[in-house]
């Protein structure tokens, strides 16, 4: 049997800030919480979850691994005007004028993308 995505870890040296942030972003919620790990993951528990794990450092570097967003049920453009409001922020990783996806940072500076067709755009 092949095996299954069951957890991806972000680190964080403000853990509840980050949480929090993809909290909103995805819609989910906080599963489990401990000094060192904030546990986040959809309503019904499905895997995978996030887990945001703290950390004395900062983040310094391009991530090698990041998140690809859809807007679901509202256009992208709405979409990106929601995850600028939560806390998210353009960034420049080298992608150039012409790409059709945006990227963009959470609090702490990992990057993630906004991709230019939603949800409801690839199901068709």
């Known amino acids: 049997?092949?095996?299954?995505?069951?957890?991806?870890?972000?680190?964080?040296?403000?853990?509840k800030?980050?949480?929090?942030?993809?909290?909103?972003?995805?819609d989910w919620h906080v599963?489990?919480?401990?000094?060192?790990?904030?546990s986040i993951a959809p309503q019904d528990k499905s895997w995978p979850s996030i887990d945001v794990i703290a950390v004395p450092e900062g983040k310094t570097v391009k991530n090698r691994l990041h998140f690809d967003l859809r807007a679901d049920r509202v256009s992208t453009a709405e979409e990106l005007e929601r995850l600028l409001a939560l806390g998210a922020r353009r960034t420049d990783v080298g992608q150039?004028?012409?790409?059709?996806?945006?990227v963009l940072a959470d609090p702490e500076g990992n990057e993630f993308?906004?991709?230019?067709?939603?949800?409801?755009?690839v199901e068709d």
């Open 1 to 15: 049997m092949p095996s299954q995505l069951a957890t991806i870890a972000i680190d964080a040296v403000r853990p």
């Open 17 to 26: 800030v980050v949480a929090d942030f993809w909290c909103a972003v995805l």
């Open 31 to 38: 599963v489990e919480e401990d000094s060192d790990v904030i």
């Open 96 to 102: 150039g004028p012409d790409v059709s996806w945006v």
């Open 113 to 121: 993308c906004l991709l230019s067709r939603t949800v409801q755009d």
